[in-house]
């Protein structure tokens, strides 16, 4: 089955930077995209930033030209650098890919158990 496992995750002050990472690993056919979603404590989840098989961007409005996602294809792997962190930014960040695991199953969603963010003031 497909796992996705983040890490990177911990305690930063306002203004540090942290780089997290997502493997996915198992059974991994196609990748059309892969990203971030972050949910703080009272709040719903979002988007934070995703990269489809293209290439292609997006950002939510909040932590553009400061967080950078990237990827590295070939080890199924995602990144997200943060930098300037903000009390705000504070949350539990969760992988996400949109795959599939043969080339007969569709396209699902495969989420990460979650890494913590606690940025200080």
């Known amino acids: 089955q497909v796992q996705l496992v983040e890490s990177g995750g911990g305690l930063v002050q306002a203004g540090g930077s942290l780089r997290l990472s997502c493997a996915a690993s198992?059974?991994?056919?196609?990748?059309?995209?892969m990203g971030w979603y972050r949910q703080a404590p009272g709040k719903q989840r979002e988007l934070v930033a995703i990269?489809?098989?293209?290439?292609?961007?997006n950002y939510v409005d909040s932590v553009r030209g400061r967080f950078t996602i990237s990827r590295d294809t070939p080890k199924s792997t995602v990144y997200l650098k943060m930098n300037s962190l903000k009390p705000e930014d504070t949350a539990v960040y969760y992988c996400?890919?949109?795959?599939?695991?043969?080339?007969?199953?569709?396209?699902?969603?495969?989420w990460g158990e979650g890494t913590l963010v606690t940025v200080s003031s």
């Open positions: 996400n890919a949109i795959l599939k695991s043969s080339g007969y199953s569709p396209w699902l969603n495969y």
């Open positions: 198992g059974s991994i056919f196609s990748i059309n995209a």
């Open positions: 990269i489809s098989s293209g290439g292609s961007i």
